[in-house]
T-cell receptor
Framework: EADIYQTPRYLVIGTGKKITLECSQT?????MYWYQQDPGMELHLIHY???????EKGDLSSESTVSRIRTEHFPLTLESARPSHTSQYLC?????????????????FGPGTRLTVT | KNQVEQSPQSLIILEGKNCTLQ??????????LRWYKQDTGRGPVSLTI?????NTKSNGRYTATLDADTKQSSLHITASQLSDSASYIC?????????????FGRGTQLTVWP
């Protein structure tokens, strides 16, 4: 089983609150990713990082922000939660740095955070 | 447009029976195709990964096939168990991406009844 952790696992919060979803991995992977998944739908990439001090937006526009101050830690923050942010958020990591063989590496997923904004 | 389509959307089978899930993709340039199992409320876990030169790959009771010419893959589950109830996601990797970008299908929701 992959050593990648997410907290909290479930979160119910009111509109307008600031929240941070935590993700950490102990595998020393440089690349980390955040995905958003709604029930019955595919995973959408919302943020990714090639390593420390590197963050990029993914394919799906998101009002969330991320930071990568330490290799093992990749938190996601919502400054003001809205009901439209209700979803499952999955964190993942993979080996390798940016390069031509990136597509060969396995991505390991955390258990996810189920966020509900009321 | 890079896409991954899966069928059926959902499937119910009896314990002990076999089943086959389908995946069609249009991702180019193709690198590899992966099947993931996602239990409810959990993250996806990799079952198999195949490059274009591999036709079949097994992992216990799971056997994946790949036809790179027709851009189709299947996942065959033998002698199903109750614990096989999950969503099975077909994922294709793009060889041209330095990120290792993955394209996900919506999954087939498999339910195994006793």
């Amino acid at each position: 089983e992959a050593d990648i952790y997410q907290t909290p696992r479930y979160l119910v919060i009111g509109t307008g609150k600031k929240i941070t979803l935590e993700c950490s991995q102990t595998m020393g992977h440089d690349k980390m990713y955040w995905y958003q998944q709604d029930p019955g739908m595919e995973l959408h990439l919302i943020h990714y990082s090639y390593g420390v001090n590197s963050t990029e937006k993914g394919d799906l526009s998101s009002e969330s922000t991320v930071s990568r101050i330490r290799t093992e830690h990749f938190p996601l923050t919502l400054e003001s939660a809205r009901p439209s942010h209700t979803s499952q958020y999955l964190c993942a990591s993979s080996e390798g740095t940016s390069g031509s063989f990136s597509h060969l590496y396995e991505q390991y997923f955390g258990p996810g955070t189920r966020l509900t904004v009321t | 447009k890079n896409q991954v389509e899966q069928s059926p959307q959902s499937l119910i089978i009896l314990e002990g029976k076999n089943c086959t899930l389908q995946c069609n993709y249009t991702v180019s340039p193709f690198s590899n195709l992966r099947w993931y199992k996602q239990d409810t409320g959990r993250g996806p876990v990799s079952l198999t990964i195949m490059t274009f030169s591999e036709n079949t790959k097994s992992n216990g009771r799971y056997t994946a096939t790949l036809d790179a010419d027709t851009k189709q893959s299947s996942l065959h589950i033998t002698a199903s168990q109750l614990s096989d109830s999950a969503s099975y996601i077909c994922v294709v990797s793009d060889r041209g991406s330095t990120l290792g970008r993955l394209y996900f299908g919506r999954g087939t929701q498999l339910t195994v009844w006793p």
